[in-house]
Nanobody, 124 residues
Framework: QVQLVESGGRLVQAGGSLRLSCTFSGRTFNMFRMGWFRRAPGKEREFVAHISWSGVGTYYADSVKGRFTISRDNANTMYLQMNSLKPEDSAVYYC??????????????????WGQGTQVTVSS
């Protein structure tokens, strides 16, 4: 089992910045990928960003490319730096980790463990 806890979500004005953190613990020895997803009210959970477990490769949804940066430290925390925030970025943000999967990194099914989510609200 792997446990994940997100933090850092809050109310911010459009154009502002936030950094979300995801701290993970447990049996992570065979994890392969990490990612951030979000779900806005009335919408499906959608992919935001991916980073390989080694921290080398990153990939972003078109909607956040150039504004968000995913990273991880050498211990047990993953980050999502969000700049130039827009009202449409408002959502509950979830972090997730997974073992190797043939599914695409944007696919929810590629991830095995999820955090409880943290609310980001961007006011116009």
């Amino acid at each position: 089992q792997v446990q994940l806890v997100e933090s850092g979500g809050r109310l911010v004005q459009a154009g502002g910045s936030l950094r979300l953190s995801c701290t993970f613990s447990g049996r992570t020895f065979n994890m392969f990928r990490m990612g951030w997803f979000r779900r806005a009210p009335g919408k499906e959970r959608e992919f935001v960003a991916h980073i390989s477990w080694s921290g080398v490769g990153t990939y972003y949804a078109d909607s956040v490319k150039g504004r968000f940066t995913i990273s991880r430290d050498n211990a047990n925390t993953m980050y999502l730096q969000m700049n130039s925030l827009k009202p449409e970025d408002s959502a509950v943000y979830y972090c997730a980790v997974g073992t190797f999967s043939p599914q695409a990194m944007e696919n929810i099914r590629s991830y095995d463990y999820w955090g409880q989510g943290t609310q980001v609200t961007v006011s116009s």
